[in-house]
């Protein structure tokens, strides 16, 4: 089953003074296909429109034209579908909370039972290795379990799809045997997953299909030799 259809996605953005301000293209002609379960890695280097691509899908940023359908319903000005979960590459928490109080203040913001929260709270918190870790202050975590924090903050809520806009790149996270294993038992949940990250060096060893991103155009998509993607059992 598909997840996600985008057809002829746009964006510009205006940059330079006022009054002199000229059009930058940031998506061209977006076209990109992702089956429910399957892991992507998006790929590309600074301004390929790698976060620009995320904010539309997860609809926090409103394209010029094209389509953008998630599980059969289409994203608008007015309707994004439920069971979306994005975090992006700096993710900003109150640094005055501690792990578990960041991860449950995120659970109030979804329809949730007082004792519902409190399960996915330290489901996240395990799933992620932060247990450990449940009672420091955000302002004294490193790079790395600021990321672990990114995605147990998307855990919650139960999402069909993750988006995540480089929050595993670059501290080794997706050589983490753990961080693989709930990636993988995500997916064959049916829960689709998109990546961004400079290179594939480290999305190769998660991601079952490579998609490059080049100056806002996304090229022919290419498969890890190594490996399918992670589909739901029949």
Request: with cysteine.
């Amino acid at each position: 089953m598909r997840a996600l259809r985008v057809r002829g996605l746009t964006k510009t953005y205006l940059a330079g003074p006022r009054g002199r301000a000229t059009t930058i293209p940031a998506l061209r002609e977006v076209n990109l296909d992702v089956e429910m379960g399957e892991i992507i890695g998006l790929v590309g280097q600074p301004g390929a429109g790698k976060s620009t691509l995320l904010l539309c899908l997860a609809g926090l940023l409103k394209c010029d034209n094209g389509s953008i359908t998630w599980f059969g319903e289409q994203v608008t000005g007015h309707h994004v579908p439920l069971g979306l979960a994005y975090v992006p590459q700096r993710a900003g928490y109150y640094s005055f909370l501690t792990v578990r109080e960041a991860l449950e203040y995120y659970a109030t913001l979804h329809d949730l039972s007082s004792a519902n929260r409190a399960t996915q709270v330290e489901a996240a918190l395990r799933e992620v290795g932060l247990h450990v870790h449940a009672g420091r202050r955000v302002s004294h975590l490193s790079a790395s379990l600021l990321q672990r924090l990114g995605l147990g903050q998307a855990l919650i809520g139960s999402p069909r799809a993750i988006l995540l806009d480089e929050t595993l790149w670059g501290e080794g996270l997706l050589f983490d045997p753990d961080i693989v294993g709930l990636l993988t038992r995500l997916s064959r949940r049916g829960v689709t997953i998109l990546i961004s990250a400079p290179n594939a060096v480290e999305l190769h060893r998660v991601a079952g299909r490579i998609v490059k991103m080049v100056e806002g155009r996304v090229i022919t998509p290419s498969r890890p030799l190594h490996q399918d993607p992670v589909r739901m059992p029949a």
